[in-house]
Structure formats: structure tokens, C-alpha cells
């Protein structure tokens, strides 16, 4: 019997649910859509039909059996794919970073909202794949953003994503700023050939007034729209993003106080109990990296360095936004405020669940 999509993808699903792992289904559709580079939409038209058997399909159903038998192992469907989304962007993944996860937008999503960017410097601890840095300096306006990780081949993920993600931002910019140009030229023609067409039937002071208000209501328009930030981006050709910094150390370890200064530090720290890790899921705790994870014997270490040695590199009213675990607001809130932040509060993410511990630093400046 010649096999199909859909015959596959039954076969699959049946293997993912026999090592019991979560959402067979999707799981198994997941790895055959990448298996068979091919899209939804396609499957569902094409899942019927018998699949050829030359040296092609073959290799594709080669590659999809191995793919099922590495989920069979219980490792992350992201790692076996490579990627994941995060605020909208594709990140790349493997197996020394932790996979990011929605949770964690709950983070960025307030740092945008509250600091959308006015060329303020952001560090970002324990950076990881850097999806929290990159986003930031995609999605925001500052004037720099420094990620810092003591894994340096966590660093190497990140730095892949820096690359990716930034230079295809920086393409798309310069795309949409030459289809914009290019309307802008057709419009500035269209206008100059009416004229012409008005002056030469008698109509060259109604063309003038009429020419006059259109351009002043497009400047208007214009204000409005937010064509000043365009004008701003124009100033700096071909880059819409910050800079992102990447650098291997131990929090603070790269900086000198009071030579580096900070208007922003964002960190989704390991925080989760040493004695809890086991108990997680297959995928977390055998295939995401132990230091990503472990926050000691009561998963509040790092919280308590970044407290006590973060002022140092903050300027004076310097935010500060941690991810924390659903249950640890109140005993990072009490570490912070013991270290001399105000303005705590605790930020929950998409599914009710406490995620971000917020604070101000209004200590001394550290310039």
C-alpha cells in the first residue's frame, strides 16, 4: 500500500502517543509540514494522494521518520525544528538555550509600553537566545542594548539570531524607504504635470491655492502619521534597530560601576527550585540547559546578586523588570525593596499567573 500525508502523519501521531508525549497531533503535523516543506494549506489539498517513490519523497519520509523518533526522546519539538516565535520574530534554538516562551512576552510587552524608547541603554541579563534583548531593540527606540550570558555557546545562539533578525530588519527598512521615495517622486511629478495642465487653461492661481492646501493638510497628515520618526530614521541610513551588544561574563562581570550605566535592565534569571527541576517535564529538565534553570535551593539566588549589585550600573530612576515564577512575587519584591528599589510591583502574563517583578531604582547615580 503506497503511502500519503495523511498515512504518515496517522503513523506519527500514533508513535508520539505511544511515548506518550503531549499533543501527538499537532506534534507529529508539526514535524511532517518541515519534513516535506510544505504548508498547511497544502497538506489539507494534497494529504490523499499517493506519494511517488522516488529518491525525493523518500528522503523527505527518511527525515520525518528521525524527527518523530527524536520526539519519541522527549526532546522540545523547537529544538528539532530550530526555531521558535517570540513577540512576532522567529528565533533560532537549540539545545543550549531555553526554548522562549509566551510567558516571557508578558515581560517586553510592558518594557515597550512603559519605556517605548528615547535612546535610553537597556542590559539584559542572562540573555539566552537573546530573545528579550532583540526584541527590544527591534520593537523599541534605544540608543543601546547589551545582553550578557556566562554560556558562550549561548552566546553563539544569540549572536546567530542578532545576525539574522537584524540584518532582515534592516533589509526590510531599506525596502520600504525606496517604495516610499519612489511614491513620493510620483506624487511631487503628478502634481507638477496638473499644475502645468492648470496654468496652461487659465487655472494657474486656483492650481497654486489648491496645491498650496494640499500641502498643507499632507503636512499635517504627515505629523500625524508619524512621518517625523521617519525623517529621524533617515539620519541614520539603512538602520531602524539599535545595536545590539552581546558579551560572556556573570551579570555584572563585563562592566566597571560608574563607567557603565544603565537606563533599563531587564533579566529572566534561572529561578527554579534545585529540587523542583526533576519533577518538570522530560523536555525541560533533560534537554534545556541545568544553568538556564537552577535558582538554587530555593530559586531566589539570583534575584539576590542582581539586587545587591545592580546599582552600581543604574543611572538614578533606572527601571527594572524580572521575570520571576508564579509563585515568588512577594519574596523578590522583599529582596528588591531590601536592596533600596521603590515602586515594586508584581506583572502578571497572558494566562493570570505572576511573571514580572517591577521596579525603580532612586539611589545615588551611579555616573
Not at 502517543?17 to 489539507?44: N, Q, S
Not at 523588570?321 to 521603590?342: K, M, P, S
Request: hydrophobic content about 35%.
Amino acid at each position: 500500500m503506497k503511502q500519503t500525508l495523511q498515512s504518515l502523519l496517522t503513523g506519527g501521531r500514533r508513535l508520539l502517543e505511544g511515548a506518550k508525549v503531549p499533543e501527538p497531533e499537532l506534534d507529529a503535523k508539526y514535524l511532517l509540514l518541515e519534513a516535506f516543506r510544505t504548508d498547511p494549506v497544502h497538506f489539507l489539498m494534497d494529504r490523499c494522494r499517493e506519494l511517488p517513490e522516488d529518491e525525493r519523497i523518500l528522503e523527505m519520509a527518511e527525515r520525518y521518520r528521525q524527527m518523530i523518533q527524536m520526539r519519541m526522546r522527549r526532546i522540545p519539538l523547537q529544538q528539532i525544528l530550530g526555531t521558535q516565535a517570540f513577540m512576532g520574530l522567529t528565533f533560532f534554538v537549540d539545545r543550549h538555550v531555553l526554548v522562549p516562551r509566551q510567558d516571557t512576552e508578558a515581560l517586553v510587552e510592558l518594557v515597550l509600553k512603559e519605556h517605548p524608547g528615547d535612546g535610553e541603554a537597556v542590559l539584559d541579563l542572562c540573555t539566552g537566545s537573546g530573545c528579550i534583548a532583540i526584541s527590544l531593540a527591534l520593537l523599541g527606540r534605544y540608543g543601546k542594548v547589551v545582553g550578557v550570558d556566562l554560556s558562550p555557546k549561548a552566546l553563539k545562539v544569540a549572536a546567530r539570531n542578532r545576525g539574522q533578525l537584524l540584518q532582515q530588519e534592516q533589509a526590510e527598512w531599506r525596502e520600504q524607504t525606496v517604495w516610499q521615495e519612489q511614491a513620493e517622486r510620483r506624487e511631487q511629478t503628478g502634481r507638477q504635470e496638473q499644475a502645468e495642465r492648470w496654468e496652461q487653461t487659465g487655472r494657474q492661481e486656483q492650481a497654486e491655492q489648491r496645491e498650496q492646501t494640499g500641502r498643507q493638510e499632507q503636512a499635517e497628515r504627515r505629523e500625524q502619521t508619524g512621518r517625523q520618526e521617519q525623517a529621524e530614521r533617515r539620519q541614520q541610513p539603512g538602520r531602524r534597530a539599535c545595536p545590539v551588544e552581546l558579551l560572556e561574563g556573570d551579570l555584572f562581570s563585563p562592566f566597571a560601576p560608574g563607567r557603565d550605566v544603565f537606563d533599563i535592565l531587564t533579566a529572566n534569571p534561572p529561578y527554579i527550585p534545585t529540587q523542583v527541576i526533576e519533577g518538570l517535564e522530560p523536555e525541560v529538565k533533560d534537554h534545556e540547559p541545568r544553568m538556564a534553570l537552577d535558582g538554587s535551593e530555593d530559586g531566589l539566588a539570583f534575584y539576590r546578586r542582581i539586587a545587591s549589585e545592580s546599582g552600581a550600573y543604574l543611572d538614578k530612576g533606572a527601571a527594572v523588570y524580572l521575570e520571576i515564577g508564579y509563585d515568588q512575587g512577594a519574596a523578590v519584591c522583599q529582596i528588591l525593596e531590601r536592596a533600596g528599589f521603590t515602586e515594586l510591583r508584581v506583572v502578571k502574563d497572558a494566562a493570570g499567573n505572576d511573571r514580572v517583578a517591577a521596579a525603580r531604582w532612586l539611589g545615588e547615580s551611579a555616573l
